[in-house]
């Protein structure tokens, strides 16, 4: 999966939750509160289509606008590229320094340990 940018991260969390979806619906969802601009949608639109990450489908004299990629999807390649150029492709390092900066709750150790035992079952 090609890389997503932030602002095209903004965009996919909108189509997740809500699609289909015109430009102009994404643009009222997402464009006044990141003051972009309507043709900044649409430019935003075009990468994540020729990225496959979105498709559209005719509607009249606009297009509708769906995700290819489930939001998990996404998660799993984000975490793997994160995990690769931060740690050397190793997740162990990754979640100690999240650890050490306290950035772990009692509830991530949860469910931590959780995700650890179904993996070993």
Not at 72 to 87: H, I, N, P, T
Request: glycine letters at 8%; hydrophobic letters at 40%; proline letters at 3%.
């Amino acid at each position: 999966m090609e890389r997503i940018s932030e602002a095209e991260q903004r965009i996919m969390e909108v189509l997740w939750r809500d699609s289909p979806l015109s430009a102009s619906g994404i643009f009222g969802r997402v464009g006044p509160g990141q003051g972009w601009s309507i043709s900044t949608v649409k430019t935003m639109l075009a990468r994540l289509v020729t990225k496959a990450a979105i498709a559209h489908e005719g509607d009249g004299n606009r297009f509708l606008y769906h995700p290819l990629i489930t939001r998990e999807q996404f998660l799993r390649a984000e975490s793997g590229r994160l995990v690769d150029r931060l740690c050397e492709g190793r997740a162990a390092p990754l979640v100690a320094q999240l650890a050490e900066s306290g950035r772990v709750s009692e509830q991530d150790i949860q469910e931590i340990e959780a995700l650890l035992k179904a993996l070993r079952a």
